[in-house]
């Protein structure tokens, strides 16, 4: 099982909007709804943003926003600010023996 | 407010086998709802799944690892320990424990890893 594809760095002006894509198979973001997102600051533990594709533990920011379209998964983050610079990382359910999948990380900067 | 803290060596030479505990808090192993998880990160990458242990001791590793991986419960103390044998340099990363649930009447679930440690570097060097 290959880790999900996400691109390597995505950047933005403060208050802009991006967006995160995260490809996978049919073996797990196109064939179950437990698509999950990570932000880690460097030197910090990742902390979940998103689960189950659109869901938002309490107290992350409504700036967060997720959605998924066949095998890919997309994160959104809108009214971009300094502290959202960090690593985002997709996840995912498989039904292959590996179990559970991470995505390959992307650095997002803000300009 | 559940806390997990890992606990283990920061070097361990090639060949032997590490050892790490993860300490919960907030939260007991043996309620059930949650799969309690290992993760590493090697140095610049990203993360790689290990394993996780149920309440009721049934585990699941990473076809990867699954030859050298064990995974331990002693709900006594409330933790969770990660044994990996046969360590190379391969093997120097970060490793985290965290908290995955295991449906959706837990938080973040199913799937999501919502509660980490603050993780514990691990280098193998002789």
């Known amino acids: 099982q290959s880790a999900l594809t996400q691109p390597a760095s995505v950047s933005g002006s403060p208050g802009q909007s991006i967006t995160i894509s995260c490809t996978g198979t049919?073996?797990?973001?196109?064939?179950?709804?437990?698509v999950s997102w990570y932000q880690q600051h460097p030197g910090k533990a990742p902390k979940l943003m998103i689960y189950?594709?659109?869901n938002r533990p309490s107290g992350v920011s409504y700036r967060f926003s997720a959605s998924k379209s066949g095998n890919t998964a997309s994160l959104i983050i809108s009214g971009l600010q300094a502290e959202d610079e960090a690593d985002y990382y997709c996840?995912?359910?498989?039904?292959?023996?590996?179990?559970?999948?991470f995505g390959t990380g992307t650095k997002v900067t803000v300009l | 407010q559940v806390q997990l803290e890992e606990s283990g060596p920061g070097l361990v030479k090639p060949s032997q086998t590490l050892s790490l505990t993860c300490t919960v808090s907030?939260?007991?192993?043996?309620?059930?709802?949650?799969?309690w998880s290992w993760i590493r990160q090697h140095p610049g990458r990203g993360l790689e799944w290990i394993g996780y242990?149920?309440?009721?001791?049934?585990?699941y590793y990473s076809p990867s690892l699954k030859s050298r991986v064990a995974i331990s419960l002693d709900t006594s103390k409330n933790q969770f320990s990660l044994k990996l044998s046969s360590m190379t340099a391969a093997d120097t990363a970060m490793y985290y424990c965290?908290?995955?649930?295991?449906?959706?009447?837990?938080?973040?679930?199913?799937?999501?890893?919502?509660?980490w440690g603050q993780g514990t570097t691990v280098t193998v060097s002789s």
């Open positions: 907030g939260d007991s192993l043996s309620s059930g709802g949650y799969y």
């Open positions: 965290a908290r995955m649930a295991s449906s959706g009447d837990y938080a973040g679930g199913p799937f999501g890893l919502d509660v």
């Open positions: 242990i149920y309440y009721n001791g049934i585990t």
């Open positions: 049919s073996s797990d973001i196109g064939g179950y709804n437990y």
């Open positions: 996840s995912s359910y498989t039904s292959s023996s590996t179990f559970y999948v």
């Open positions: 189950e594709v659109t």
